[in-house]
T-cell receptor
Framework: KAGVTQTPRYLIKTRGQQVTLSCSPI?????VSWYQQTPGQGLQFLFEYFSETQRNKGNFPGRFSGRQFSNSRSEMNVSTLELGDSALYLC???????????????FGNGTRLTVT | KNEVEQSPQNLTAQEGEFITINCSYSVGISALHWLQQHPGGGIVSLFM???GKKKHGRLIATINIQEKHSSLHITASHPRDSAVYIC????????????FGAGTILRVKS
């Protein structure tokens, strides 16, 4: 069974630009969640989608948005990029909404975004 | 005060030693995860707990809901166990937000 696939692996953008990251979950998984990891803040929860609906959201500005398609693939968009958005962005999929404590998380390898 | 506190921050052990990493949290939770991250970024979910104890190979995870504390134990540690171990909790009765600890950097020397 294929794992969680994130594309692209690496991305370099300039301040003010926008970026879209993609996450393909494990087949059959309906929940996709996104995370930001930086050396200063560690791992932080961005949001979770389940059956095309945003279920939960972390404490990030509105520049960070996402969506989930009917095939459960998810995209994350960051608009008006800032230097501080440079980070490793990870997504994870699970069978059910993982917050219920019934489904483990399966992580992708991440997209490393550098903003110059 | 952070919602999730891990200790120790850094840990160096000799191969074969018994290792314990601790996680304390201050919020009500629906579930707790132990994650392992190797250099390069890939994260593997080791355990998901909402009560009691789980064992997988040389790894054991326990949780005490009343004391808001969880431990990850590694028996007969090996250099391949060297990684960052991260505790994360789903905040709230219905798991509204995943909150991460800062991680424990483990190095096992041969």
């Amino acid at each position: 069974k294929a794992g969680v696939t994130q594309t692209p692996r690496y991305l370099i953008k300039t301040r003010g630009q926008q970026v879209t990251l993609s996450c393909s979950p494990i087949s059959g998984h309906r929940s996709v969640s996104w995370y930001q990891q930086t050396p200063g803040q560690g791992l932080q929860f961005l949001f979770e989608y389940f059956s095309e609906t945003q279920r939960n959201k972390g404490n990030f500005p509105g520049r960070f948005s996402g969506r989930q398609f009917s095939n459960s693939r998810s995209e994350m968009n960051v608009s008006t990029l800032e230097l501080g958005d440079s980070a490793l962005y990870l997504c994870a999929s699970s069978l059910a909404s993982p917050g219920r404590g019934t489904s483990p998380l399966h992580f992708g390898n991440g997209t490393r975004l550098t903003v110059t | 005060k952070n919602e999730v506190e891990q200790s120790p921050q850094n840990l160096t052990a000799q191969e074969g030693e018994f290792i314990t990493i601790n996680c304390s949290y201050s919020v009500g939770i629906s579930a707790l995860h132990w994650l392992q991250q190797h250099p390069g970024g890939g994260i593997v979910s080791l355990f998901m707990l909402s009560s009691g104890k789980k064992k997988h190979g040389r790894l054991i995870a326990t949780i005490n809901i009343q004391e808001k504390h969880s431990s990850l134990h590694i028996t007969a540690s090996h250099p391949r166990d060297s990684a960052v171990y991260i505790c994360a909790v789903w905040d709230g009765e219905y798991g509204n937000k995943l909150v991460f600890g800062a991680g424990t950097i483990l190095r096992v020397k041969s």
